[in-house]
């Protein structure tokens, strides 16, 4: 849920601000993301329109975690 | 999932005792040829997900245009029981109010002539395509609170965009009781704010089209459509703004499912009895996100008009008529089979007898104009379909098809292409997508809508 309103920020950034995202770090701790996104100003080949809960899923595997986030373009 | 069964020539049926979760049948709308295809992915596995939904009354519904989506199927209806029934947001979709406006213009094919490619550049000039933004107008706060709350009759008093005339042909007169631009967030205004009069990207698009065939002479005139005159057809919704709406109330309505004990086999289902706070704020919500996308709509065919003006005359412009617009994706409260019910279409039309629909076809073929049937009041809810239907995947057209070849061949055909990309030309190529006119012959043979009119393209302007 977390990993999914974060993506939907970048989407909103992306939106209104024009930021193209390139690169980005995430670190999870207790009950909260930080994280870092690089990126440049200008049209992104893809526009994120919304991140869905559709299928939303989080689980373990070697090494981390792995997240599936569908999101509508 | 279990197999449907068939009812008769155009209908199948999953009982509701399929699955334990079932509280009402799913049924599908659909020729044998078609309903292949439908088995091909997993709407109908999500059409009896949305059977499960508190409240359903009479059947999870779906037109041949069925394709899967998120939670919800493209192309399916739910009615809840208003107002103890639940409202779900994935019910109505990302894109609030996607919907369809047809222009009628004063002149013919063979009148516009040479003019044709003219006309079409001076489309994609004025009106802006493509993800993100651009619009021309900027709305204050205020201005944008009177689009959310009284739709395109906002613009025609406030900025002398479109006519009356224009609203009067508009569904439901371009607005929703109840619509209150409060319960828009601030980041929805954000996303919308200047993205009025755009088309988006995605499978939205404008299109010029000749009226290539009559069906039903009368209505045809009743709707001031005949053989050869010059039309353009308007595919857009709420843009950012809609999608927004439908992302806050999502997040909120997850939320509270354990509060309303509601179970889901499908989170993207989320949804909140009508009568909760959650259920009402969404309504107004989405009635004032419903009004933008009218709105959005009305100031496109604004640009359409000023760019007859300039590739054909002035005169042209002011007899170009708005036939009607309909919503594709949107909730409203109707009384139907004598009770109040809260009617969810995502990729579905309202229908009522005699009201026009137009069902686009895929890209470079024909489209549709249609009257609704008492059969669509009698069988589901008074709706019909909405275009052709997905048979691939974005992902999956694009491996097959390459943009600048299908330009080509569309240009070929005679019909001018006027893109914002390549790669969304090929994610929405016609061999993406069902046969239009066979999606047509089940809608027509089910009693729900009769052809009034066959569209061919002259010329699209792409997002």
């Given at each position: 849920m977390l990993l999914a309103d974060w993506i939907e920020e970048l989407a909103f950034l992306s939106e209104t601000a024009g930021l193209y995202p390139r690169d980005a770090r995430l670190e999870v701790g207790d009950g909260r993301l930080e994280g870092t996104v690089r990126g440049v100003t200008g049209d992104p080949p893809h526009v994120v329109k919304a991140v869905t809960y559709h299928r939303l899923a989080l689980e373990r595997r070697d090494p981390g975690w792995h997240a599936t986030v569908v999101l509508d373009v | 999932m279990s197999e449907p069964r068939r009812i008769d020539a155009v209908t199948w049926e999953i009982p509701a005792d399929a699955r334990a979760d079932m509280r009402v049948p799913a049924r599908v709308f659909a020729d044998e040829e078609i309903l292949e295809a439908i088995l091909r992915d997993r709407s109908l596995e999500q059409l009896q997900n949305v059977a499960t939904?508190?409240?359903?009354?009479g059947a999870a519904l779906a037109m041949p245009d069925i394709h899967q989506g998120y939670g919800f199927p493209v192309g399916g209806i739910a009615a809840t029981s208003y107002p103890d029934g639940v409202v779900s947001p994935g019910g109505v979709g990302y894109d609030i109010n996607c919907g369809v406006r047809l222009l009628a213009t004063p002149f013919s094919d063979g009148e516009l002539g040479a003019r044709r490619e003219a006309l079409v550049h001076e489309i994609a000039r004025r009106v802006p395509t493509g993800a993100g933004r651009g619009g021309t107008l900027q709305l204050k706060d205020r201005e944008l609170d009177r689009v959310l709350e009284q739709g395109p009759r906002a613009l025609v008093r406030r900025h002398g965009i479109g006519t009356d005339d224009d609203v009067r042909h508009t569904e439901s007169e371009g607005r929703i009781d109840?619509?209150?631009?409060?319960?828009?967030s601030k980041r929805a205004r954000e996303r919308g704010r200047d993205q009025l009069g755009t088309v988006g990207s995605g499978n939205h698009f404008i299109e010029v089209q000749r009226v290539d065939e009559i069906h039903d002479a009368a209505t045809a005139e009743t709707f001031g459509l005949e053989a050869g005159q010059v039309v353009v057809l308007i595919h857009s919704g709420s843009r950012g703004l809609g999608h927004q709406v439908c992302t806050d109330f999502v997040r909120r309505m997850d939320a509270r499912l354990r509060e309303h004990r509601i179970e889901l086999p499908d989170r993207q289902l989320s949804c909140a009895p009508i009568h909760s706070a959650d259920g009402r704020a969404y309504l107004a919500a989405m009635a004032a996100a419903a009004a933008f996308a009218w709105s959005n709509r009305h100031a496109i065919a604004h640009g359409v008009r000023d760019a007859i003006a300039r590739a054909v005359d002035g005169r042209a412009a002011a007899g170009t008529r708005t036939v009607y617009d309909v919503a594709h994706n949107v909730a409203k409260i109707e009384e139907h089979g004598g009770r109040s019910v809260c009617v969810h279409r995502k990729g579905a039309t309202r229908a009522f007898p005699d009201q026009p629909v137009f069902i686009p076809g895929s890209m470079g073929t024909s489209s549709w104009v249609l009257a609704g049937e008492p059969g669509a009041m009698e069988k589901t809810f008074g709706t019909v379909c909405h275009g052709?239907?997905?048979?691939?995947?974005r992902t999956a057209s694009r491996k097959l098809v390459d943009g600048a070849t299908l330009r080509r061949e569309l240009e070929q055909q005679g019909i001018v292409v006027r893109a914002a990309s390549s790669k969304g030309l090929a994610e929405e190529a016609?061999?993406?997508?069902?046969?239009v006119d066979a999606v047509v012959r089940v809608v027509a043979d089910a009693g729900l809508a009769r052809r009034v009119a066959r569209l061919r393209p002259l010329g699209v302007v792409k997002g």
């Open positions: - | 939904l508190p409240g359903i009354v109840g619509a209150d631009p409060q319960a828009v052709a239907g997905r048979r691939l995947s016609p061999l993406a997508y069902k046969e």
